[in-house]
């Protein structure tokens, strides 16, 4: 056997930072790769800010919940959240892992059919469908879940006047413990809503009642809330078969699970319920409840924010430090608010993208905007930062690049990290032309006087 060579031992001083408040420790380990790939390198080619997206992240959050729930309950699929990212790059990666299409807009329908999504693989929910949109969706067989009487109306006559049925669920909103209730979608459990809208439904000759659907809320911090929303839906759905005479298919929990950000005002580590608890919760619920062989419901999943927040980065650079009239430090970046809409809520982890200095201090950190609003962390402890210096943002893949503003600042690359380590720009930097483009100017306005 071949003598390894001798490398000789060192010390490297490593600071975590003192305790914070609330007892946890500030991480002053600076991020220089993501997926193998340099943050400068990708700063240098795509310029800063830029969104990065990690390709294998996303594959292997998608598999690991597949896994979770399929391990548990024989029929299952999920349907990949458009609005939580619709990014036709990001869309395809889940589609390509064997996910259907959840969408609330006829855009969003739209653009699932160009993403090669069959018409049939789409599940349309919203409270905001017009009628060519659900002409549309009946046209192509897809799934739709109807939010009120007046949509109910409404694909009635469109059924009728084209002569096709549709293929339904009612969406459900129901006391599951958690206040305030998520009670402003769908048809209420508790005061019968629910219960006369399946009624409507069972007599209509257009409609095909096939499924059940609740949405109980988003960042859900307690699976027993779903243990109770799978119980009522189940409820529904055994009424449905033994006073309607109509066999429910399947069972839509929705979506909600969270990612692992914190939430702004969380005092200390707040443990967030993973998949697996969900999934044992949600299973066993349905598993337990009675169904007859061949007739257990195929389990739905709309899960969106837990399969991508953590794969979304943001990389940014530092314009200048300020010292504020109380005292306080400031650090001014090159992001803000306008692509960075979560910092509303969350307390994103925020790295250094290069050897630090030992010393830290606490700052407020800002971004460009002429807005006193543009805070990207209220309060942050990090590594003393110059002009120049780069960080990276954690987490910040669910809902940033579908809610992000066009205000004051044009809107950065996107760019996506492959499983063999190469980036792709999936999306361009706005330039002027492409934000005037849309714009009209009146012939009495165009000379100069």
Request: proline fraction near 4%; hydrophobic fraction near 40%; charged fraction near 20%.
């Amino acid at each position: 056997m071949e003598k390894l060579k001798y490398e000789r031992p060192f010390l490297k001083k490593m600071s975590a930072g003192m305790m914070d408040k609330s007892g946890g420790q500030n991480e002053f380990t600076p991020v220089t790769h993501i997926d193998a790939v340099a943050v400068k390198q990708i700063i240098s080619e795509y310029g800063s800010p830029v969104f990065v997206l990690s390709e294998q992240r996303m594959r292997h959050n998608y598999q690991s919940a597949v896994r979770a729930f399929s391990t548990r309950y024989p029929k299952v699929q999920f349907a990949w959240s458009y609005k939580t990212h619709y990014n036709n790059a990001v869309c395809k990666i889940f589609h390509q892992e064997g996910s259907w299409a959840e969408v609330v807009s006829g855009f969003e329908y739209k653009k699932a059919l160009r993403n090669g999504v069959p018409g049939s693989q789409i599940i349309f929910n919203g409270p905001d469908k017009n009628a060519d949109e659900l002409k549309l969706a009946v046209e192509n067989d897809s799934l739709i879940h109807i939010d009120h009487f007046e949509e109910l109306y409404l694909l009635t006559d469109i059924c009728r006047q084209i002569n096709k049925k549709a293929r339904v669920a009612i969406r459900v909103n129901m006391d599951t413990g958690i206040y305030p209730m998520w009670d402003r979608f769908g048809f209420n459990y508790e005061n019968g809503q629910a219960w006369q809208a399946l009624n409507k439904i069972a007599e209509s000759d257009k409609l095909q009642l096939v499924g059940l659907h609740a949405h109980i809320g988003t960042y859900m911090l307690s699976s027993a809330a779903y243990g109770v929303a799978a119980s009522k839906l189940c409820d529904l759905a055994m009424n449905c078969k033994s006073q309607l005479n109509t066999t429910i298919r399947y069972i839509d929990m929705g979506g909600g699970f969270p990612s692992a950000n914190t939430l702004k005002g969380a005092m200390g580590l707040v443990q967030t319920p993973t998949v697996d608890e969900f999934a044992e919760v949600i299973t066993t619920t349905i598993l337990s409840y009675g169904f007859k062989t061949g007739e257990l419901p195929l389990l739905i999943l709309e899960s969106g924010r837990v399969l991508i927040d953590d794969a979304g980065y943001l990389l940014g650079s530092v314009l200048a430090n300020k010292k504020l009239s109380d005292g306080r430090k400031a650090v001014i970046m090159d992001f803000g608010v306008n692509i960075m809409f979560t910092s509303f809520w969350y307390d994103h982890k925020i790295s250094p993208a290069q050897e630090a200095s030992q010393f830290n201090e606490e700052a407020v950190m800002y971004g460009p905007l002429c807005m006193n609003i543009d805070v990207v962390r209220e309060n942050v402890s990090l590594p003393l930062l110059n002009r120049g210096d780069h960080v990276v943002v954690h987490k910040v893949g669910a809902y940033n690049m579908t809610q992000w503003m066009q205000f004051i600042a044009m809107r950065p690359n996107i760019v996506l990290i492959d499983t063999n380590g190469r980036t792709h720009i999936i999306r361009k930097a706005e330039n002027p032309e492409y934000m005037e483009q849309l714009e009209i100017v009146p012939e009495h306005l165009s000379t100069q006087k």
